[in-house]
Structure formats: structure tokens, C-alpha cells
T-cell receptor, first 113, second 113 residues
Framework: DTEVTQTPKHLVMGMTNKKSLKCEQH?????MYWYKQKAKKPPELMFV???????INESVPSRFSPECPNSSLLNLHLHALQPEDSALYLC????????????FGSGTRLTVV | ELKVEQNPLFLSMQEGKNYTIYCNYS?????LYWYRQDPGKSLESLFV?????AVKQEGRLMASLDTKARLSTLHITAAVHDLSATYFC?????????????FGKGTLLTVNP
């Protein structure tokens, strides 16, 4: 299995809702990432997990809450989002300690109404 | 702070023509990546460049890296319509125990018949 799987592919949520994005990989990658991409902009790093521990938080608002329950799974919990949080959310993973590249998932298109 | 600059940001070219996209970065990096993104889709990895003088080619695309000049180029040969997409360069740099991938703003390439 050489893929990063993200679910759901599309999500519409109200500003008072709580939802979660899921990212899963079975490649043994111990570094996992969340990126946010607004339309016509480059991806921006949100969080990095290394060996299931949060190692980088790029000053992301607390309405985004990441979780890494095991080495294969990465979640992003969403609560009280704003319409400006609507974006494509990309998950990525890589092998720690190797010169490999990153494997990106297909993304979750989030719309906040 | 690592900065990655791409130019041009917009490129409209005719089929059969050649062109080059440039990517400059501000500090020493570990790896340089080129990605392709189609509208509404995730990132497709094109090239990973690891060392000075590295050159990689795939079909009509060729990427090179000059670490002394902190410059990478993506050369397009005899463009075809299927190459129309947004192309991002990204630079990987160690941030403590983890690597962070920083993207350029992207080049929107349109190939016209």
C-alpha cells in the first residue's frame, strides 16, 4: 500500500458543527502532516507529527485540533470554524531519516457555511 | 525564515514551444521538489532533487538544481495541452527534529493550441 487515504473527500459544515477529517497510511511513515490550501494559493503547513507526537504547530487557531492516535492514523478535529476556513486540507506522510519525498493524500474539500 | 520564490506566476504558451520556470530559495535546503496540481486535485510529485547539479527528466519536463545559486529550473520542451496545470516548487528544510516543506506561490501554466 503506497497511498495516503483521506476521508471524507468533501465536507460541508455549519459554523456551530463539530466534525473530523481523517488521514490514514500503511507505509510505515512516522512523520505525518496537515496542510491547508486556499484557492489559487500554495499549501500552508499546519501541523507536523513525528512518532505520534506533535512536533510542529504553525500557530494554528485552536478551533483546529490535531490528533495522532497511532502510527497509521492522523485526525483533524474541527469546531466552531469560520467561512474563511473553507479550503482543501491535505494530509502527507514521509519516512523519517530517509531522503524520500512526501506522499500526499487526495485531500478533503471543506466548505464552512 | 525560508522563502521560496517562483517566476513567472502565470505562463501562457503555445503548443510546441519551450519555456522555463524558475524557483529561487533563500537559505540552505536539504531537498527540492516539483509538484503538479490540476484544478481541484491534490499534488502530484514530479521530481525530487537532492544534490547540486542534479538533473531529472520525465517526458517533456526536465528539472535541475544549483544549490550554490539556490536555484532550480523546470524546463518544458515542446509543450502540449495536457501540461496545463499549476506547478509548485517546494523546499525541504530541517526544523529541529522534523522537516518542513515550504512551497513557492506556484506557476499557472496554460498551453494553448
Amino acid at each position: 500500500d503506497t497511498e495516503v487515504t483521506q476521508t471524507p473527500k468533501h465536507l460541508v459544515m455549519g459554523m456551530t458543527n463539530k466534525k473530523s477529517l481523517k488521514c490514514e497510511q500503511h507505509m510505515g511513515h512516522r512523520a505525518m502532516y496537515w496542510y491547508k490550501q486556499k484557492a489559487k494559493k500554495p499549501p500552508e503547513l499546519m501541523f507536523v507529527y513525528s512518532y505520534e507526537k506533535l512536533s510542529i504547530n504553525e500557530s494554528v487557531p485552536s478551533r483546529f485540533s490535531p490528533e495522532c492516535p497511532n502510527s497509521s492514523l492522523l485526525n483533524l478535529h474541527l469546531h466552531a470554524l469560520q467561512p474563511e476556513d473553507s479550503a482543501l486540507y491535505l494530509c502527507a506522510s514521509r519516512r523519517v531519516g530517509y531522503k524520500d519525498g512526501y506522499t500526499f493524500g487526495s485531500g478533503t474539500r471543506l466548505t464552512v457555511v | 525564515e525560508l522563502k521560496v520564490e517562483q517566476n513567472p506566476l502565470f505562463l501562457s504558451m503555445q503548443e510546441g514551444k519551450n519555456y522555463t520556470i524558475y524557483c529561487n530559495y533563500s537559505t540552505t535546503s536539504d531537498r527540492l521538489y516539483w509538484y503538479r496540481q490540476d484544478p481541484g486535485k491534490s499534488l502530484e510529485s514530479l521530481f525530487v532533487l537532492l544534490s547540486n547539479g542534479a538533473v531529472k527528466q520525465e517526458g517533456r519536463l526536465m528539472a535541475s538544481l544549483d544549490t550554490k545559486a539556490r536555484l532550480s529550473t523546470l524546463h518544458i520542451t515542446a509543450a502540449v495541452h495536457d501540461l496545463s496545470a499549476t506547478y509548485f516548487c517546494a523546499v525541504d528544510r530541517s526544523g529541529g527534529s522534523n522537516y518542513k516543506l515550504t512551497f513557492g506561490k506556484g506557476t499557472l501554466l496554460t498551453v494553448n493550441p
